[in-house]
């Protein structure tokens, strides 16, 4: 059956309807970029259960811009709903393409949403266990970190 979103307020049903109508027709990088227009986490952290990562990230991965915009609206209270902002913002890292031209022109954004990400994982350590920290930060950490070196050496 279909799921449904949260139907606490007025957008959250009206975007709803369009990003399950999005999942149903298999348009995931659409779904997600309607999550994120929107600006409401709650809107985001209820679609996000609905999508695959892997139909999300697979063999067509999504526009850099809808990666930057899912680094920035993932990371606070990264403590809440864990393992699925995790999962997700790995994906997110792993798929920037640092030979794209838009992260080229954005690279000081790039650092900043990183560095961003970089100071929530270090917020959230205090909130979870050192098992929830190495099973879903340590390596996103890593990644982050990473990136930040390569960009900046630009």
Known sequence: ???????SSGINAEYGEEIQECIENGDY?????????????????????????????????????????LLSQLPNDLHVKLELKAEFLSEAIQAIDLDHEIIKA??????????????????????????????????????SQQIIARVSQW
Do not use: C, M
């Open 29 to 69: 990088h659409e779904a997600l970029n309607k999550a994120l227009v929107a600006i409401n986490v709650d809107l985001l952290l209820d679609t996000l259960p609905k999508l695959n990562v892997d139909d999300v990230f697979g063999d067509n991965p999504p526009s850099q811009p809808l990666i930057l915009a």
């Open 106 to 143: 954005h690279k000081d954004s790039v650092v900043t949403l990183l560095s961003l990400l970089l100071n929530n994982i270090d917020k959230a350590k205090e909130e979870i266990t050192p098992r929830e920290y190495l099973r879903n930060l340590k390596n996103l950490r890593w990644a």
């Open 1 to 7: 059956g279909a799921t449904t979103f949260n139907q």
